[in-house]
């Protein structure tokens, strides 16, 4: 790293693997700016769509954005596609200086993927993390397929699984939320993640855990599914309590076929991913 501009990291040579990054900047580039017209004809002559990551010089900024064509930045509706559109992100470095990239990582504003939330169906702010992971993965179970929820009470994921249509087998010493286990293709079963075994359960077509453990506890459990053979997919939170076990993520990053983030609605928490 040769520089931090507050949550953005500037490092030498190529783009890297980043987990934890939430939007990588491709191709950063440094534009003179010495007025606020011509700051915005630059980003202007590049492409279209712009999103400010607002750290310094905040007013000389939102000049600069005034003269910028409006970018859309409403909340998504889960099941809909993100942003297609390529969407570039500036900062000003010093008053006279911006650093640009028209190609980033994410589709959404400083990898921020904010939903038209439901207040009143999800038991548990949870349910955020699984349509973002979903909606970065570009695909979600289907009626009729069979998922296995571990670690599932009170029923964040439960409840958006069984609102796609598909059935679920919820896992977990707690019950559901009474209105998650009363909806069309759910059933609790009262156990431990840890000690049913795959064939236990059988085939299903996605594997599905936010259950609260140690790193490498999460990862043995996933190495006895892949082993089985009986998932078809599976997305999975990596939750570190107290220092972040870098080892162990990256032993789940090396796991072909995965993938790695950290989503905007993570906390000190990874998504892995395996289709």
């Known amino acids: 790293m040769i520089e931090a501009h507050g949550r953005l990291l500037i490092a030498p040579g190529p783009p890297r693997p980043a987990a934890w990054a939430q939007n990588v900047w491709l191709e950063p580039v440094r534009i003179p700016a010495p007025s606020i017209g011509q700051a915005a004809k630059a980003l202007r002559a590049i492409q279209r769509n712009w999103a400010l990551y607002d750290h310094a010089h905040h007013r000389r900024a939102a000049l600069i954005v005034g003269e910028l064509p409006k970018v859309s930045a409403k909340p998504l509706v889960f099941g809909t596609l993100p942003p297609s559109a390529p969407l570039g992100s500036w900062m000003l470095l010093d008053p006279q200086t911006m650093l640009a990239s028209a190609a980033c990582s994410s589709p959404f504003p400083n990898g921020e993927c904010r939903f038209v939330e439901d207040k009143s169906g999800p038991p548990s702010r949870a349910y955020l ?39 679920v087998l919820a896992i977990d010493k707690a019950p559901l939320d009474r209105s998650v286990a009363a909806m069309p293709g759910v059933e609790w079963r009262q156990a431990s993640a840890f000690s049913l075994a795959p064939a236990d359960i059988g085939p299903v077509d996605w594997l599905f855990s936010d259950v609260i453990c140690y790193p490498e506890r999460l990862f043995e459990l996933v190495e006895r ?32 076929g995965a993938r790695l983030r950290h989503l905007f609605h993570n906390k000190h928490e990874l998504c892995w991913s395996s289709f």
């Open 129 to 167: 993390k699984l349509w973002e992971a979903l909606t970065l993965c570009g695909e979600m179970p289907r009626p009729g397929e069979r998922c296995v929820d571990l670690g599932a009470s009170p029923g964040g994921w439960t409840w958006v699984l069984a609102g796609l249509g598909a059935t």
């Open 225 to 256: 599914w892949r082993a089985s053979g009986l998932a078809r997919r599976m997305v999975c939170t990596i939750k570190f309590q107290g220092a972040t076990d870098h080892e162990t993520a990256r032993r789940f990053a090396a796991i072909p």
